[in-house]
C-alpha cells in the first residue's frame, strides 16, 4: 500500500511540474494581413525568432491573405509547431482570452489605416483592439510601403498620412517596429532623410535646432512634438 501511495504521489508531482511548465509557455498571436507576397521573408524571420525563443504562434490570416497568395506560401514555409487558426474572427476573439501577445507582421498599409481611425471591421483590427482592452503587449511592423518609401510610388503627402497613422499606433500603445535605420539623429537630422516622424524628434535631445533637407516631409504628430519641445526646424 506504501508503495501504491508513493506511486501516486510521483504520478501526482510529475502531472503537477508538467502543467507548471505548459503554464510557462507563452503564446502569441499572429494576424498575417495583406496579400504582398514580397513581404514573406520578414515574416518569416520574425516568425522564428518568436518560436526559437520558446513562444508558441498561433496565426490566422486576414481575408485579403487568403484570397492571395500569401497564406499559401507561408503554410509551405511554416514549421509543425505552429498552430493555424482558420476559425472566424468571431469565433477567434470568443476564444481568445489565453494568449500573451499579438504580432502583425508587415501590417497592410489598409489595416493600419483602419487602426488608427479606430475602425473595427477585419480581422487584424479587431484582434487590436481585444488585445489593446485586455492590455495585452501588440507588436506590428511597419507596410512595404513605408520601409521603402522610394519603390512604393505612392505620392509624398499619403507617404505623410501614414507615417502619421503610424504614430497614432504608437500613442495607443503599440510597439511599432521596422524603421529605415538609415535615419541619422543628433544634433540634425540630414542626409537622405525623406520623411520625419514622431520617434524621430523624442530622440532628437541633444538641441533646440533641426537641420532638415528642403524638400522632407514632417508628420503631423512630429510636428505637434517639435511645437512642444520648441524646437527650431531650419531648412
Do not use: C
Not at 484570397?67 to 514549421?79: R, S
Not at 477567434?92 to 489598409?110: F, H, R, V, W
Amino acid at each position: 500500500m506504501e508503495s501504491q501511495a508513493l506511486s501516486r504521489w510521483l504520478d501526482t508531482v510529475i502531472a503537477n511540474l508538467l502543467a507548471e511548465k505548459k503554464q510557462t509557455v507563452k503564446t502569441v498571436r499572429v494576424v498575417i494581413t495583406g496579400s504582398d507576397v514580397t513581404t514573406l521573408p520578414v515574416t518569416l524571420r520574425g516568425m522564428r525568432a518568436l518560436e526559437h525563443a520558446g513562444y508558441r504562434l498561433q496565426v490566422a490570416f486576414s481575408h485579403s491573405a487568403n484570397l492571395g497568395g500569401l497564406k499559401a506560401a507561408l503554410l509551405a514555409e511554416m514549421t509543425a509547431g505552429v498552430v493555424v487558426d482558420d476559425k472566424s474572427a468571431d469565433e477567434q476573439l470568443a476564444d481568445g482570452e489565453d494568449y500573451d501577445s499579438l504580432y502583425l507582421p508587415a501590417l497592410s498599409g489598409n489595416s493600419l489605416t483602419k487602426i488608427a481611425l479606430g475602425i473595427r471591421d477585419n480581422l487584424a483590427t479587431s484582434w487590436v483592439f481585444h488585445a489593446l482592452q485586455k492590455q495585452k503587449n501588440v507588436i506590428a511592423t511597419l507596410p512595404p510601403e513605408l520601409l521603402n518609401p522610394a519603390d512604393s510610388g505612392f505620392p509624398p503627402p499619403l507617404m505623410v498620412r501614414l507615417a502619421g497613422y503610424a504614430d497614432v499606433l504608437r500613442q495607443y500603445g503599440i510597439a511599432v517596429t521596422g524603421i529605415n535605420s538609415d535615419v541619422q539623429v543628433s544634433t540634425e537630422i540630414t542626409g537622405k532623410k525623406r520623411l520625419i516622424t514622431l520617434s524621430d524628434i523624442r530622440q532628437h535631445r541633444t538641441t533646440q535646432r533641426l537641420r532638415i533637407d528642403s524638400n522632407t516631409l514632417i508628420t503631423p504628430a512630429a510636428q505637434d512634438e517639435i511645437r512642444r519641445q520648441n524646437i527650431t526646424v531650419i531648412r
